[in-house]
């Protein structure tokens, strides 16, 4: 921002955050540097459509609740033909480390993982719709304090949001717990003296470029892909799919390998493991009775004894699943189901039909949604809490 300004650019720099727009108004003064800076969502962008040549966000979009919106708006503001450039932490640098650290102390909050937007699977996903071209490369951050790990720590503490809500939320002792826990991480990673800090982290650099027309604009909350209206509920369902996935990926992805390994109760002798697998390889079989119920027909041949069969197979199966593997399959099929939602009409998730998961009531398409692909994640993520005490 600052080179672009004094390269004689018109900068225009946004955030959420007014205390920190403040700062940025001070030092652009200091510098002689004419930036205006704006209050505004990353979400809901309050600028015209096409209006920018170049869009960027560093570690900043990233952090927003709802990445689908995200997504959309940096395209909306940019002109056909210009750039959308983003630096993400990755989910296995050190920042996506200490973002595991923190979310071990915390209820999942719901919304996906920050440090998906610097997985290139992810953001490919996100940035398709008015995208004519997508670049990628992982590039390393120097962090350099001239202060020790746990001084550093406190500074984050201090300054940086994403750390600073965590302590917030937390009870003395859970306060104590995260900042002893990261500064063993800032310790492990430092590579100067005890009495400085040097520490490199991944990120990944996104370079996206705006497709030549504006005619097919990305799907928002008020669009399909197909450009007809979307039904508010299929949108808000679809989320909330997300969410749940999301949770479970950003939870299982911070506990150890023998943890993964473990048991997730006594009665049910399956590791956590593979519980994330099954809930990941299930997805499609939901949505697929969804489908069925919403197209008016009943569905008989599904049957607990069927399922527990089906299970069983599946534990056997993926006995020695990876987290790796487990994680991408959660995120792959999550997705997908997602998008199937999104599909449904209003009268498709109020039509009904004889279930024989229900006993064979008549159930609507959305208690199946709801009952099964949505629910399935958040009852698994408990119990699997409830197994490691957390």
Not at 236 to 263: H, Q, V
Not at 331 to 360: H, I, Q, W
Request: proline share 5%.
């Amino acid at each position: 921002m600052d080179a672009a300004a004094r390269a004689g650019a018109q900068v225009i720099g946004c955030d959420i955050s007014t205390n920190w727009l403040e700062k940025a108004r001070g030092r652009a003064a200091a510098e002689g540097l004419e930036i205006t800076f704006e209050e505004g969502d990353a979400e809901s962008l309050p600028y015209a459509d096409a209006q920018f040549d170049v869009v960027t966000s560093l570690f900043g979009a990233m952090f927003a609740p709802r990445p689908n919106l995200v997504a959309a708006e940096l395209t909306r503001v940019c002109r056909p033909g210009g750039m959308i450039a983003m630096a993400n932490w990755t989910p296995g640098g050190f920042v996506g480390q200490m973002f595991i650290t923190i979310s071990k102390h915390l209820a999942p909050s719901g919304m996906p993982a920050p440090a998906l937007w610097g997985d290139e699977a992810t953001v490919r996903d996100r940035l398709h719709e008015g995208i004519a071209d997508l670049k990628f490369a992982l590039r390393i951050n120097h962090f350099d304090y001239p202060f020790s790990p746990d001084a550093v720590v406190d500074f984050y503490r201090t300054n940086y949001g994403p750390m600073s809500r965590a302590f917030t939320s937390l009870d003395v002792n859970g306060q104590e717990k995260l900042r002893s826990e990261l500064v063993r991480l800032w310790s492990a990673h430092n590579y100067s003296d005890r009495y400085t800090t040097k520490v490199d982290a991944e990120y990944l650099e996104v370079i996206a470029t705006r497709g030549p027309s504006i005619l097919d604009p990305p799907v928002t909350s008020d669009t399909h892909r197909i450009g007809s209206p979307m039904s508010r509920r299929a949108k808000l369902l679809a989320d909330r799919i997300e969410e749940g996935a999301a949770a479970l990926a950003a939870f299982a992805e911070g506990i150890s390998e023998a943890e993964w390994r473990a048991p997730v109760s006594g009665s049910d002798g399956r590791s956590i493991g593979v519980i994330v697998s099954h809930v990941a390889s299930v997805y499609p079989i939901e949505i697929d009775l969804a489908r069925t119920i919403a197209s008016g027909k009943a569905v008989t041949d599904v049957t607990w004894e069927v399922v527990a069969e089906l299970n069983a197979k599946h534990a056997q199966d993926q006995a020695g699943v990876t987290k790796a593997a487990a994680l991408e399959l959660l995120r792959r099929n999550s997705r997908e189901a997602a998008a199937a939602v999104r599909a449904f009409t209003d009268d498709e998730l109020d039509r009904a039909a004889p279930f024989s998961l229900s006993f064979g009531a008549p159930v609507t398409a959305q208690f199946v949604i709801e009952d099964h692909a949505l629910r399935h994640s958040w009852h698994h993520l408990a119990r699997i809490r409830t197994a490691l005490g957390r």
